[in-house]
């Protein structure tokens, strides 16, 4: 669980020989929950990657904490990663060796790092997948090593396809405005969603979610 509790960010900018304040993020409250991919979206200077990086520990804040499973967040941990926008599966090692790689980074014994990883195989049901190339599996397949996924997007789309929740953010200072349920079914394949009518309603409302946050905050 990672909780986002009145979190607030400024920076400092220096105009004409003087300095002034940018407030980027503004009193931030936003759960996620064990395993969840949530998208957030927003516009342009909204403090999205701010957001991010402070959830990574990256940089500093002015007010409010982070927490993840009840820890407070003040430094980079192992615990946290950027996350690309892909499933985030190295090409080039089998399956079974991209389940054990966060245990190499932690220095875990190979002995027990593959029992570990051939445990976790056994529970999502791809044990007999574990020499076989990320290419190799089927999208589905792909999606069931699943992480807590904090993703960032300008794309609704890429937003609707991916996520089980939406966060929509306000112009800066940023601050969560909605939070938008994606009750779509998985494994998910874009063929399928797409033709899927709640997809576009979804993607509209997000649409008009945006814009009426962009037209509140000039």
Known sequence: ?????????????????GTSEVKALSDVNLSIRPNEFLSII???????????????????????????????????????????QTFALLPWRTVLANVEFSLELRQVPKAERIATARDYLRNVGLADFENHYP???????????????IFITHSMDE???????????????GRVAEIIEVPLPRPRSAGEVRRDPRFAELTNYIWHSLKKGMENGR
């Open 1 to 17: 669980m990672v909780e986002i509790q009145g979190v607030s960010k400024s920076f400092k900018k220096t105009v004409n020989d």
């Open 42 to 84: 927003g516009p342009s200077g909204c403090g999205k990657t701010t957001l991010l990086k402070i959830i990574d520990g990256l940089i500093p804040f002015d007010g409010g904490q982070i927490l993840i499973d009840g820890k407070k967040v003040t430094a980079p941990g192992p615990d946290r990663a950027v996350v690309f």
């Open 135 to 149: 290419h190799e599996l089927s999208g589905g397949m792909q999606q069931r090593e699943r992480k807590t996924v």
């Open 159 to 173: 937003a609707v396809y991916l996520s089980d929740r939406v966060a929509v953010m306000t112009p800066r200072p």
